[in-house]
């Protein structure tokens, strides 16, 4: 079974950088597992911000590419995203997920984060 459990949210103005981690328990560096972000903002539907594959890909929103970068650390166990250039727009809940299978996707996660909350004033 694998856990995974985010940190490193908070809140920033506009124009800043946080970095979110997401360390993953049962999760060994050979699993065939598609690690991903999302958010979640009031009154909207959770959508796909990066994903990264076993295979090295990545995959990024439009809306967050050349801002956000996704990357993992397997001696670690942790996956990243560090956000620059931050907007109001991007206040939203941040979750970490992970799916079975090697390319870089938003579809199929199977496991999910409790969430952190990320808070980006003007």
């Known amino acids: 079974q694998v856990q995974l459990v985010e940190s490193g949210g908070g809140s920033v103005q506009s124009g800043g950088s946080l970095r979110l981690s997401c360390t993953t328990f049962g999760y060994t560096p050979s699993n065939n597992l598609c690690m991903s972000w999302f958010r979640q903002a009031p009154g909207k539907e959770r959508e796909g911000v990066a994903a990264?594959?076993?295979?090295?890909?990545?995959r990024y929103a439009a809306f967050v590419k050349d801002r956000f970068t996704i990357s993992q650390d397997n001696a670690k166990n942790t996956l990243y995203l560090q956000m620059n250039s931050l907007k109001p727009e991007d206040t939203a809940m941040y979750y970490c997920?992970?799916?079975w299978g090697s390319g870089a996707r938003f579809t199929g996660m199977s496991y999910w984060g409790k969430g952190i909350l990320v808070t980006i004033s003007s």
């Open positions: 997920a992970a799916g």
């Open positions: 990264i594959g076993s295979d090295g890909s990545a």
